[in-house]
């Protein structure tokens, strides 16, 4: 199956950390393709090399070359995105933080749109729902729970959480 790796973690060094060591080993171990937003390569070969462009904007000094360089890559970064979860089966959302990423929430939207199931992951044991009937935002929990998916709060249980969704 493949699999959208959607969720923040490439922002911070601790993410990547997690992301890199917990998160794509254990996607490829179950025996699955992690389409990747963050690596340099993907499977379906959206936009080879913007890895490598966007690492370069990052070394900019800040002003408005960068900026202007920025709202260029933006688009490309956000259809390379877009493509990715259009050639996914499955969409993995990282739900940490205090409150659910902006841009993982997106990416939940869209894919529930298109059909996709996701599945959640929540390890973060603060409570950052909007009332006592779920454990984060109820639109982002409605739309993973009404495209066939699950939350979980162990990446050790993502096995089983994925032999549950069905996938057309």
Same mark, same amino acid.
């Given at each position: 199956m493949k699999i959208y790796l959607a969720? *923040?973690? =490439?922002f911070s060094e601790a993410g990547r950390a997690f992301h890199e060591k917990a998160v794509v080993p254990t996607i490829r171990r179950l =025996?699955?393709? =992690?389409? #990747? *937003? $963050?690596?340099?390569? @993907?499977?379906l070969g959206i936009e080879p090399g913007l890895a490598a462009e966007v690492a370069a904007v990052t070394k900019m000094p800040f002003g408005e070359g960068r900026r #202007?360089? $920025?709202?260029?890559? @933006?688009?490309?970064i956000g259809a390379k995105n877009q493509g990715l979860i259009d050639g996914c089966d499955l969409v993995?959302? !990282?739900? #940490?933080?205090? #409150? !659910?990423d902006s841009g993982t929430a997106a990416e939940i939207g869209y894919a529930f749109a298109k059909g996709k199931p996701t599945v959640g992951y929540r390890g973060d044991f603060r409570v950052t729902a909007d009332n006592d009937g779920s454990i984060l935002n109820l639109q982002v929990e409605y739309f993973i729970y009404a495209s066939g998916g699950t939350i979980i709060t162990q990446i050790d249980e993502l096995a089983t959480a994925l032999a549950a969704v069905k996938v057309a």
């Open positions: 969720g *923040p973690l =490439g =025996g699955h393709i =992690g389409l #990747d *937003p $963050w690596s340099a390569t @993907n499977p #202007d360089a $920025w709202r260029k890559l @933006n688009l490309r993995f959302a !990282v739900l #940490d933080g205090a #409150d !659910v």
